[in-house]
């Protein structure tokens, strides 16, 4: 099943081949560096992993990405551009780039419907209220998207009912609604226990194979999923290495990024690290 946006206006979809470009971002917070004058781009349809330690900047990264945090002007030329564009009205950017983190499923925690939750995605809002004008369109966009990620029957259920497999799930219904040029996760897999880790992969491979961008953010390589062929390591708020998944993932660079020896094993196209 293909899904498609219904009708739906998508204002400043662009042409440009690039998803990210970003040339000498420095972003300052409490008068620390985060982000040290870091360069990356990300092609469109391009799947990529953003590996690094704990504070290493991954979440700053995608922050910087999504508007939320500002770089510094560079005097070597400061680029930002999000689908070849510099200028973004953020709610139409953050529309075009699906976004799941743990922080927002943190602030659905409550009485929200899971068909409710999808639906949110068109408004950017968490939840839907008495302004937001539903239209059949959309409804029909949500229960197509529920389908998609096999979570129908899961519809009028509370988000504070649920596990975390299928909260998780719900929101990458509200990420893909809008029909985004990527999907960003941010430690996606946290929390899941086995099975909800396996179901959970398999759906994201399923988005991939839809053609857009997936970009993953983590710490766990068991999160990489086999459609992953680029892997960025990120270090104290620089890239440490950039390139193809396997000549990346070795003991030599992830000793070197987590400070500790570590043996890098693959099974079955996955990846984990033993310490
Ligand atoms: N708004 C902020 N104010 C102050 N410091 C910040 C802010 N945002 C991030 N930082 C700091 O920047 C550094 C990088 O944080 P970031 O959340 O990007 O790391 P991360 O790689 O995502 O870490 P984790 O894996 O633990 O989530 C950390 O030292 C963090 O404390």
């Not at 910087?64 to 945090?69: G, I, L, N, S």
Request: proline share 3%; with cysteine.
């Amino acid at each position: 099943m293909i899904i498609m946006a219904q009708n739906i206006d998508l204002q400043g979809k662009t042409n440009s081949p690039f998803l990210l470009e970003m040339k000498n971002v420095t972003v300052v917070k409490s008068g620390k560096k985060i982000l040290d004058s870091l360069s990356l781009s990300i092609e469109q349809g391009e799947h990529v992993a953003i590996i690094g330690p704990n504070g290493s900047g991954k979440s700053s990264l995608i922050k910087t990405f999504t508007k939320e945090y500002y770089p510094l002007a560079s005097a070597d030329g400061l680029v930002l551009n999000i689908m070849g564009k510099g200028t973004w009205n953020v709610f139409e950017l953050r529309k075009l780039l699906g976004i799941v983190s743990g922080d927002l499923q943190q602030t659905y925690c409550r009485e929200v419907s899971v068909l409710d939750v999808v639906l949110s995605g068109f408004f950017s809002s968490i939840g839907i209220y008495y302004n937001h004008e539903v239209t059949p369109e959309m409804k029909s966009r949500a229960w197509e998207v529920l389908k998609f990620l096999e979570i129908s029957h899961l519809a009028d259920r509370m988000m504070s009912e649920l596990s975390s497999g299928e909260a998780r799930r719900a929101l990458i219904g509200r990420a893909l609604v809008h029909d985004p040029q990527a999907l960003i996760l941010d430690e996606p897999a946290n929390s899941l226990d086995l099975k909800a880790l396996h179901s959970f992969r398999e759906c994201i491979r399923k988005i991939a194979g839809l053609g857009k961008s997936v970009i993953l953010v983590t710490h766990n390589l068991e999160d990489i999923i086999p459609e992953i062929n680029r892997v960025v390591l990120i270090k104290d708020g620089k890239i440490f290495r950039d390139g193809k998944k396997e000549e990346i993932l070795t003991d030599e660079n992830l000793s070197e990024l987590f400070s500790l020896p570590v043996e890098v094993l693959k099974i079955n196209g996955y990846y984990t690290a033993v310490v």
